[in-house]
């Protein structure tokens, strides 16, 4: 092929029939094309005249005519890159009484008639595709005989128009008016009758050299049914125009940023908390999903593997996690509930096929092989994702049942012990006192445990943390926070810092709690003889609280979970956070809830350098 | 010659990560006489009992970090505690409880909440095999 075809819309695979060839057909033909430019009025063959190429036009427009011995001629067809022009050479004719003349100037890629004579005979694709052509071609033969016959004027030449525009990609062809009465094969009155019509109907112009359609609904509706017959019949014998039909798996590799970016705005849409991961970590799984659904679809099936497959007895992947089967598992620990977990699949699912069947008309047979066994791939990847969930949801629960015993049992058997030694005889006043306080202090933990299980089984049941807004100062609900804190923990530096105003409306008890929990934390997970920060500050309408203390950092993953309930994240890691492990979790959970029935909003970063902070905003009334 | 001694004063260490039920059981021990102290994890525990061997070790299972059964096995690694004797603690046990904590090396399992007379008849226990073993190194 020479320099021409460097530009891409010069391609061969702008012909319908050479983009239609299988791709070694085309690879074996392919060396032969030969790019040539076509002028308009250029004579491809004359009539009786032996045939040196069979043409394959890219954007020309060729008109198949035959003139009479007295001089009128008449178009018997057109050819564009729906087809080719030289069938005689293949159907053994060699030569035709017609002659082709270019009609609209443009390119094509010419064949040898040996070559063609000899891929023809091979028998295979080609083969078939130029016959089927062949039928197309004399379906337009006859329509436009009978048309020609039949129908007035304007008709025919909405006909000649809709046919002429199909075969280019511009809506101006560089016609006269003389030509186009050639082509019609009448007189240059009866055209300009029609033409002037058509333009005064706003649905043609005239412009240099060519006529510019302007309604294109305007011609469909004027035009006889000769249009359509021959438009359907080409469209049902010859593959899409388009670019290559594409397989679904193809098409979804060739994709994938795009049906990755559907996924992911519909994934915002459904939970809040999935706003809180990293687009990276929801693209992770997503990807990998999709490539290995799309390599499932490529894989030769038999007949029993598809049998099986349909009644779910298809091997589930356990060994070494499958993406979807982690998808499952981070879903979980995100808070999805498994309808979400569904509609993820479901929304997969549509994106899909909806920007696959976009694309230019899919072989039907083809077309429906690749959607079953897409959804059988998707099934799969959702039981898998589900399976998984559903495992991680019995071991939250195992794990919050354990856990419950052993946090509740624990000052249980302080107060049960020290009660049994209350009873005892001979026990000084003294003792009873001391023994008194130590009971007081494991009940005061068991109550508050007691509380939090209350109000996170609370917000389950939808019903969330109720607060009761009153005017209070911040100030003072820190103070309050402070002095309870030192005299529980007399050896621990608390600092606190409070600037601007930080009067507003709040529900004290309930902050006084998040504080509490906040400041608890910070001083058990804090390192030794570190201080614990807290700081409030107002301005505006917003007042902003911070908690702070120094020591080991959280790692990134439980960041991203810690204010989730239940969640016990790093029990696979060598080195698990004891804040996560031990503890129902729920305190981080309620604190949360609390804020943001506040409309606050609660946040933390955690580094080596600079230790671990949680920033609580709150507007001044809410 | 045969004397009665008054009961020793034992000494214990008792492991729980819920502060204030380990503080209560060291208290109440005291009370009763004996020389307790309180570990609140698994290092902490370890470093104490290679301090100062203690006569008895009363380990919660469920500590994050070591767990109670962890830190049995390394007690009964270490030279210096051998002798001492393991009650392994629960408020949550499982059908495999009482074998793992066999294998760990516990010498006994107690359920929590810990009653006045079973945390006594333990002492007692403690307390005649310590003798025993006294009697029997001579």
């Known amino acids: ?622 | 010659m045969h004397t009665s001694h008054p009961p020793r004063a034992l000494d214990i260490l008792v492991v729980d990560d819920h502060r204030e039920t380990a503080d209560a059981l060291v208290w109440l021990l005291g009370t009763l006489g004996h020389k307790a102290r309180p570990a609140y994890d698994g290092v902490d525990a370890l470093q104490c009992v290679s301090a100062r061997a203690p006569d008895l070790i009363i380990q919660d299972i469920h500590m994050p970090q070591m767990s109670g059964y962890e830190v049995a096995r390394q007690v009964r690694e270490g030279h210096a505690a051998q002798h001492v004797l393991l009650v392994a603690v629960t408020g949550f046990p499982k059908a495999n409880t009482t074998a793992l904590t066999r294998e760990a090396g516990f010498d006994s399992l107690l359920l929590k909440p810990l009653g006045l007379p079973v945390l006594e008849q333990l002492l007692a226990k403690v307390a005649s095999h310590r003798k025993d073993a006294r009697s029997g190194l001579r």
């Open chain 1, 1 to 622: 092929m020479n320099d021409l075809a460097g530009r891409a819309s010069l391609s061969p695979k702008q012909n319908r029939l050479l983009a239609a060839l299988p791709e070694a057909d085309y690879d074996r033909l392919s060396p032969s094309l030969e790019l040539v430019p076509l002028p308009l009025g250029t004579a491809v063959y004359e009539s009786g005249g032996r045939l040196g190429y069979v043409y394959f036009p890219t954007d020309c427009i060729v008109s198949l005519l035959y003139v009479t011995e007295e001089g009128p001629s008449a178009e018997i067809a057109m050819a564009g890159n729906e087809g080719l022009v030289g069938i005689s050479l293949f159907m053994g004719g060699e030569t035709t009484p017609s002659r082709a003349v270019v009609q609209n100037a443009g390119h094509a890629y010419r064949v040898s008639a040996t070559v063609i004579k000899r891929e023809f005979d091979r028998g295979g694709a080609l083969h078939a595709l130029l016959l089927r052509y062949t039928q197309a071609l004399i379906t337009q033969m006859s329509q436009t005989a009978v048309c020609n016959r039949h129908h007035s004027m304007e008709q025919q030449l909405c006909r000649w128009l809709l046919l002429s525009l199909d075969r280019l990609s511009s809506p101006t062809l560089e016609m006269t008016e003389a030509l186009v009465a050639d082509m019609l094969g009448v007189d240059g009155d009866g055209v300009a009758g029609a033409t002037g019509m058509l333009q005064a109907d706003g649905v043609i112009r005239y412009s240099a050299g060519g006529i510019t359609v302007l309604d294109r609904p305007g011609l469909e509706r004027r035009v006889c049914e000769c249009y359509g017959v021959v438009k359907r019949e080409v469209d049902r014998l010859l593959p899409a125009k388009d670019e290559q039909a594409l397989r679904l798996a193809q098409f979804i590799v060739r994709h994938m940023e795009e049906i990755l970016t559907e996924w992911d705005s519909f994934a915002l849409t459904i939970l809040p908390a999935a706003a809180t991961m990293s687009p990276v970590s929801l693209r992770d799984h997503a990807k990998q999903i999709l490539e290995a659904i799309a390599k499932d679809i490529q894989t030769h099936q038999t007949g029993q593997e598809q049998s099986d497959k349909s009644k779910g007895l298809a091997r589930l992947l356990w060994d070494g996690e499958t993406a979807a089967a982690a998808h499952g598992a981070g879903r979980h620990l995100s808070g999805f509930d498994l309808l979400q977990l569904g509609s993820e699949y479901r929304a997969l699912r549509a994106s899909v096929l909806r920007l696959w069947s976009l694309q230019a008309a899919q072989e039907h047979s083809l077309a429906f092989t690749d959607i079953t066994r897409f959804n059988e791939s998707v099934d799969q990847a959702l039981a898998e994702s589900i399976a998984r969930y559903a495992d991680e949801v019995s071991r939250s629960r195992d794990t919050f049942l354990a856990v419950l015993g052993h946090d509740l049992r624990s000052p249980l058997s302080a107060v049960s012990t020290l009660a049994d030694y209350l009873l005892a005889p001979g026990v000084s006043e003294g003792k009873q006192l001391q023994a008194a306080v130590r009971i007081r202090r494991s009940a005061t933990a068991m109550s508050a445990m007691v509380r939090d299980l209350l109000e996170y089984t609370r917000t389950q049941l939808g019903q969330g943390i109720p607060v009761a807004p009153q005017p209070s100062s911040i100030g003072q609900i820190c103070e309050t926070a402070q002095d309870e804190i030192r005299a529980a923990h007399p050896d621990c530096a608390l600092l606190l810092e409070t600037s601007g105003d930080l009067d507003g409306v709040f529900d004290a008890a309930r902050l006084h709690q998040v504080l509490s929990n906040l400041l608890n934390n910070a001083i058990q997970h804090g390192a030794a003889g570190t201080p614990v920060f807290l700081t409030a500050h107002g301005e505006n309408d917003t007042i902003t609280l911070q908690v702070k203390n120094r020591g080991r950092s959280i790692p990134p993953d439980a960041l991203q979970v810690i204010f989730n309930p239940l969640v016990r994240v790093g029990s696979t890691q060598a080195d698990p956070d004891p804040r996560l492990s031990t503890s129902l979790g729920l305190g981080l959970f309620i604190a949360r809830e609390i804020v943001l029935a506040h409309h606050g909003s609660i946040e933390v970063t955690s580094s080596d350098e600079g230790g671990t902070v949680f920033t609580l905003r709150l507007p001044r009334a809410s």
